[in-house]
C-alpha cells in the first residue's frame, strides 16, 4: 500500500494532564523536540486551561515562547472557551483545537458548559477568527460514550458535527475520551459523521481504558479515515474522565500501520526510547506494547568472532 496516515501526537498535552507528576517547562519541551526528531509533524503541545484546575498543563506561553517556528510542523493548542482562544492567539500556535463535549455531564465537569452553551463558544470563536490566524479544528469530545451520562446518542454527535462542519472548521475529530468504542460503533458514526461533515476531514482519538484502542483505530482507517490521534508510550487520561487511562500508544499505531503497509514517516526505534524516556520522568512504566516487546522483524547483533 501507499496510503499515508497522519498521526497527530497528543503525548505533550494529552499524555501528561492526568499525571500526578509535574513535569518542568524545559523538560516538555525536551518531550516535543524529540519527537519531532522521532517524525512527530503535528502535534499538540498545549493547553489553555486554568492551570490551577490542570496543573499539568501550567507553562503554555513559556512552551510555545521557546518554539521556533519551523515549515511544515504544526504546534497545536487545546483550547476551551474564548480566552484560551486569545491566549492560543497571543502565544502564536500554528492551530487551536476546541473541545465540544457531547455530553452535558461531562461538559459541565470538564468545561462548565452545556453541550449547547459549548456549541455556542465554538459559534463565538469561528466569528471573531480573521483570515490570518491559525486553522480551528473542533474534537467532538465523549463522542462514543459518557462517564456520567452513559450512552451518547449518535444523533447527538452528528448534530455537533453538522455544527462545526456550517461553521468550516479545518477538521473534525471524534474522540472515545473514556475507551468505551467498539470497531463496528467506529465504523457507524464515522459513516455518519462523514455525512454529516461533507468534505471536511474527519480525525480519530483513541483512548485504550479496555483494551479496544488499536482495533478501533484499525476501524477507521477501514472506514476511510486519514488521520488518528496517538500518544507516545500510551500515556495520557483525564482529569475529569474517571477510570480513563491512555491513549493508544504512538509506537504500537506505527507498528500495526507500516506492518500493513501503510506509510506514517515515524522512526519506529525512536517512539520507543521516547515512550520510555517520558515514563521514566514521570516515575512508571510505558503502558505500550511495543514498550516491552520492541518492533518487528527485531535486530540481532552480529557476533564478532
Not at 497522519?6 to 498535552?13: A, C, L, T
Not at 479544528?137 to 449518535?154: I, Y
Not at 524516556?277 to 540481532?300: C, D, E, I, Q, Y
Request: aromatic share 4%; glycine share 12%; proline share 5%.
Amino acid at each position: 500500500m501507499s496510503r499515508r496516515i497522519e498521526i497527530v501526537e497528543v503525548g505533550p498535552r494529552d499524555g501528561l494532564q492526568n499525571e500526578k507528576t509535574l513535569l518542568e517547562v524545559g523538560q516538555k519541551l525536551e518531550m516535543i523536540q524529540r519527537l519531532e526528531a522521532a517524525g512527530a509533524r503535528r502535534m499538540e503541545v498545549v493547553s489553555f486551561v486554568n492551570p490551577k484546575r490542570v496543573p499539568q498543563m501550567a507553562g503554555a506561553e513559556e512552551i510555545m515562547a521557546a518554539l521556533p517556528r519551523k515549515e511544515g510542523r504544526s504546534r497545536i493548542g487545546l483550547v476551551l472557551n474564548l480566552r484560551g482562544w486569545e491566549r492560543c492567539l497571543d502565544a502564536g500556535c500554528d492551530e487551536a483545537n476546541v473541545v465540544v463535549c457531547a455530553s452535558d455531564g461531562f461538559g459541565i465537569r470538564n468545561q462548565g458548559a452545556s453541550v449547547d452553551e459549548q456549541i455556542i463558544t465554538m459559534a463565538n470563536i469561528m466569528g471573531v477568527r480573521r483570515k490570518e490566524d491559525p486553522p480551528v479544528t473542533v474534537t467532538v469530545s465523549v463522542a462514543f460514550g459518557c462517564p456520567f451520562d452513559g450512552e451518547v446518542p449518535e444523533e447527538r454527535v452528528v448534530e455537533i458535527v453538522k455544527a462545526a462542519a456550517d461553521l468550516r472548521v479545518a477538521e473534525i475529530a471524534l474522540a472515545d475520551t473514556i475507551g468505551v468504542a467498539d470497531p463496528w460503533m467506529v465504523r457507524r458514526r464515522v459513516e455518519l459523521a462523514k455525512k454529516a461533515a461533507g468534505h471536511i476531514p474527519l480525525r480519530l482519538h483513541f483512548h485504550d481504558t479496555r483494551n479496544t484502542g488499536l482495533a478501533n483505530a484499525y476501524a477507521g482507517v477501514e472506514a476511510g479515515v486519514d488521520i488518528l490521534d496517538a500518544s507516545v508510550g500510551g500515556l495520557g487520561g483525564c482529569p475529569f474522565a474517571p477510570n480513563a487511562t491512555g491513549n493508544i500508544g504512538t509506537e504500537d499505531l506505527v507498528y500495526m500501520l507500516e506492518r500493513g503497509g501503510f506509510e506514517t514517516g515515524y522512526d519506529l526505534g525512536k517512539l520507543i526510547e521516547i515512550g520510555n524516556w517520558a515514563a521514566g520522568l514521570l516515575g512508571k512504566r510505558a503502558s505500550s506494547a511495543l514498550s516491552r516487546a520492541g518492533g518487528f522483524p527485531m535486530t540481532v547483533p552480529v557476533a564478532v568472532p
